[in-house]
Nanobody, 127 residues
Framework: VQLQASGGGLVQSGASLRLSCAGSERTFSTYPVAWFRQAPGKERELVATISWSGATTYYEDPVKGRFFISRDNAKNTVYLQMSSLKPEDTAVYSC?????????????????????WGQGTLVTVSS
């Protein structure tokens, strides 16, 4: 399976953006998926993750209450709705899937657990 992330752009502080992560195969709908981000000069960090069914989600503290992860398995797509964006949200956002345990209700929290990665989309938030 291949992942294609899209939806990034340049926005002002306080604005909203929706990122999309499209999977190339139907099996994408059976994997947990996460969004990670990497800001310039910083290490990659987890943003949010969603189980294969969409029933459970996890958010890192900096984005809780502002970002919302969801998925439409009929469209093989995972979304990240970002609201109240701040300059510190500026980063390259990448989506990733863990393919080792399809249809297991998992929420992997570490990058090494994900074996398929999309190419990333740049989000720039100006103050």
């Amino acid at each position: 399976v291949q992942l294609q992330a899209s939806g990034g752009g340049l926005v002002q502080s306080g604005a909203s953006l929706r990122l999309s992560c499209a999977g190339s195969e139907r099996t994408f709908s059976t994997y947990p998926v996460a969004w990670f981000r990497q800001a310039p000069g910083k290490e990659r960090e987890l943003v949010a993750t969603i189980s294969w069914s969409g029933a459970t989600t996890y958010y890192e503290d900096p984005v809780k209450g502002r970002f919302f992860i969801s998925r439409d398995n009929a469209k093989n797509t995972v979304y990240l709705q970002m609201s109240s964006l701040k300059p510190e949200d500026t980063a390259v956002y990448s989506c990733a899937a863990e393919t080792a345990y399809p249809r297991h209700d998992r929420l992997p929290l570490f990058g090494f657990q994900y074996d398929v990665w999309g190419q990333g989309t740049l989000v720039t938030v100006s103050s």
